[in-house]
């Protein structure tokens, strides 16, 4: 038996069960984690019932409450007397708290209360109670009475709530004319005005602004003016069609109050939907998580800007890194002699990698930011100063930054894939005629390639993720506009940018309504995920392919 055993164990067998096992386990708790955090996150955008309910609490006074339960759990019944409320020694020793949205925090306060089940009464789901998203405050939560249109109550042939649903679509149709006219058409008049005040600015400090320059300019500068004030006249008369509607809502302890219709982003009865209208429901609401801007200090409202700058940041830190990288592994594995100080520079290389990833964020404030930021201002924009240009934080300093982050990276992924291919290729090539430049760009580069996507993707990987050095060098809680848009010169690579890591850190810990953020944390995480997935598929779809037609290497 012993004999058995002992050549059990020789044979290798326990530790291949034991790798299979830390590997089901490791596989379990990945997936376990990313369903916790798809429930948490998208479950978020579903149209939950609303419950109606008299509360009474033993000592306090009853009052009829309204809302959707968000949460629940168990507490002592000792806890709840500290907090004031009578419960005698004879009850039970645990009940069940659970957290509602109650909504209407412009009356009430606070957007969610913990009640207790056990003293709920006269529990129902009433069909007409309606959810009110609003652009500020939060939800509000009401029964509808009537709409205005400025003083007058709108009386037709049509179900109030129909009415209600069209007057939402006017606004929201008057609300994206506004956003295009305020965001896209007035933003590029007044891009365009900064161009000649700094171009009026730079004839000045060279001595070039004659008369006729100046004339020029003004020309330019008055038929700009002239388009803004025609724009300025249209936004008017479209906010005073935006601010003309109105409905009167009833809560559901009687508070009666009229709100603009402008405010409202959506409006629907939950409890009247049918399966289909809250799937519809369901999309829309996922569809505006991921292609909408903030609001209500990222609370509420989509994340389209931090994915934008997470895939630029990503995309630039890409194009910079890859080149560094590989021209450096190129260097030190074909021309560098193998002698002592390569050997260090190689252990200076894997040094790098474990350096915190804050420490880069300081060296790049540092030395990118106000070192070298502020010379290229004094060099090539000093018409802009003392206002800096790249001396502030900003998209090129992140990117650049992670790509520092990142380079030791690449580099050892490139030097071991340079390593594998066999000396006998590059013998044949150069005995063929090809000199030691050419050998390297037609024969090893190519072969090498699938090590240098690993690279890329080990890259992508880390910095997609990384926050802390980005708190430093350019990453905003919310941005006014993208960082690529339609004016010149389209990509602004020293504007600040969102970020989805950053974003995740700053509804989780800095939101100042921590219960309505705390599902966001949870879907903002899983897109996190799905965006650096993406982003290595892609990379992996591009080495698979580069493997395949380079199978030499494999020889």
Do not use: C
Not at 17 to 29: E, F, K, P, R, Y
Not at 294 to 301: C, K, L, Q, V, Y
Not at 480 to 509: C, E
């Amino acid at each position: 038996m012993r004999i058995g055993l002992k050549n059990w164990y020789k044979s290798g067998e326990p530790w291949v069960w034991l790798n299979a096992g830390a590997v089901a386990i490791s596989i379990i708790m990945v997936v376990g984690l990313l369903a916790l955090i798809a429930v948490r996150g998208l479950g978020h955008f579903w149209p939950a019932d609303i419950i109606k309910a008299n509360y009474t609490v033993p000592g306090q006074q009853s009052k009829v409450i309204a809302g959707e339960i968000v949460e629940s759990e168990e507490v002592s019944a000792q806890r709840l007397r500290d907090a004031g409320i009578a419960i005698s020694a004879e009850e039970s020793e645990f009940f069940e708290r659970q957290l509602i949205k109650v909504g209407n925090r412009d009356i009430y306060g606070s957007d969610f209360q913990w009640i207790l089940p056990a003293f709920l009464e006269s529990i129902e789901f009433s069909e007409n109670i309606m959810v009110v998203e609003r652009r500020e405050w939060g939800n509000f939560y009401g029964f509808l009475k009537e709409v205005r249109e400025g003083d007058r109550v709108i009386l037709d042939d049509k179900p109030l709530w129909e009415t209600f649903q069209q007057r939402i679509a006017r606004a929201e149709s008057i609300h994206d004319d506004i956003y295009e006219i305020e965001k896209h058409q007035i933003g590029r008049i007044n891009a365009a005005l900064e161009r000649l005040r700094l171009k009026e600015r730079r004839l000045e400090l060279e001595s070039k602004l004659t008369n006729t320059a100046q004339a020029q300019l003004q020309l330019e500068r008055a038929e700009l003016q002239q388009e803004y004030k025609q724009l300025e006249k249209r936004l008017g008369e479209l906010y005073q069609q935006f601010n003309q509607d109105y409905f009167v809502a009833e809560t559901v302890d009687g508070h009666q109050v009229t709100l603009s219709i402008g405010s409202v982003v959506r409006a629907f009865q939950p409890n009247a939907m049918s399966l289909p209208d809250k799937v519809a429901h369901y999309g829309d609401k996922v569809w505006e998580f991921v292609a909408d801007d903030p609001r209500e200090a990222n609370t509420e409202g989509g994340i389209f800007p931090a994915i934008f700058g997470t895939v630029m940041m990503v995309i630039l830190m890409s194009v910079i890194v890859t080149p560094f990288g590989v021209i450096a592994a190129v260097y030190l594995r074909e021309y560098a002699h193998q002698g002592a100080v390569t050997r260090m520079i190689r252990i200076a290389v894997n040094n790098l990698a474990g350096v915190p990833s804050i420490v880069y964020g300081v060296f790049g404030l540092g030395f990118f930011v106000y070192f070298m930021g502020s010379t290229i201002d004094e060099t090539f924009f000093p018409e802009a100063l003392p206002a800096p240009t790249l001396g502030t934080p900003g998209l090129l300093w992140a990117s650049i930054t992670l790509a520092l982050l990142t380079l030791p990276v690449v580099i050892v992924a490139t030097e071991e894939g340079l390593s594998r291919i066999p000396r006998s290729v590059r013998e044949g090539s150069l005995a063929l005629g090809a000199t030691k430049a050419e050998t390297l760009w037609r024969v090893v580069l190519p072969m090498a390639s699938p090590a240098m996507m690993t690279g890329l993707i080990l890259a992508v990987a880390r910095a997609a993720g990384e926050v802390a050095p980005l708190m430093l060098v350019g990453v905003v809680k919310l941005a006014p506009s993208l960082p690529l848009d339609g004016n010149y010169p389209y990509l602004h690579l020293d504007q600040k940018f969102m970020h989805l890591g950053f974003h995740i850190y700053d509804v989780g810990f800095q939101s100042p309504n921590v219960e309505a953020a705390r599902p966001l944390v949870y879907a903002t995480a899983l897109l996190l995920v799905v965006v650096i997935a993406i982003l290595n598929l892609s990379a992996v779809a591009i080495r698979n392919h580069l493997r395949e037609k380079y199978k030499a290497l494999e020889v």
